[in-house]
């Protein structure tokens, strides 16, 4: 995406926390990690973004803004 930052962060809490807190707006996680953690969180979505390379079984996660998804 034009613009965006790319941030690395260590662990799965914390990119899932960072979403939460708005310190970022999406993440790249692997499709069956992303799904548990958004099947605790109701206020985050996987998005239906796709990634140029399909097997990789990554998905996207970010934060739902009313009215947007």
Known sequence: ???SEIKALGKISDIFLSLKD???DAAIIEQPVAMANVNKN???IISEIKLPDEDAGSAIAVRKIQGHF
């Open 1 to 3: 995406m034009k613009d």
């Open 22 to 24: 708005k310190k970022i």
């Open 42 to 44: 109701p206020d985050l």
